[in-house]
């Protein structure tokens, strides 16, 4: 993750951080609790750099960081001040698609 830095390694980032966070819920807090730190700052740092609307790292880091905080329970309270911010930020953006009803004009 560390050296893939390109904006063409984006998405390989991504699925990265997505397998790391299914192998950390996989194998539970006992195993993956020791990584977990170095693999939550490495997360924090790719969520720290500025990043492209069309970014797919952003969905993927979200992904993972809910992930995460099922497998470690209260461990992951330090970080929520951290990631709470983007979770908001992620939340409210307006959908690019409208719903409409089939009867509709």
């Known amino acids: 993750l560390g050296m893939a830095t390109e904006k063409a390694d984006r998405m390989l980032r991504g699925k990265a951080?997505?397998?790391v966070s299914i192998i950390g819920v996989?194998?539970?807090?006992?195993?993956?609790?020791?990584d977990?730190?170095?693999v939550m700052e490495m997360m924090m740092q790719m969520q720290s750099a500025e990043m492209d609307n069309d970014d797919p790292q952003v969905s993927y880091l979200l992904q993972a960081w809910g992930r995460i905080a099922k497998c470690l329970g209260q461990g992951f309270v330090p970080y929520l001040p951290y990631v709470m911010?983007?979770?908001l930020k992620s939340a409210a953006?307006?959908?690019e698609i409208k719903v409409t009803d089939i009867g509709e004009d």
């Open 17 to 19: 951080v997505e397998c």
């Open 26 to 34: 996989a194998v539970g807090v006992e195993k993956f609790g020791n």
């Open 36 to 38: 977990a730190k170095a």
């Open 85 to 87: 911010p983007s979770l």
């Open 93 to 95: 953006v307006e959908p």
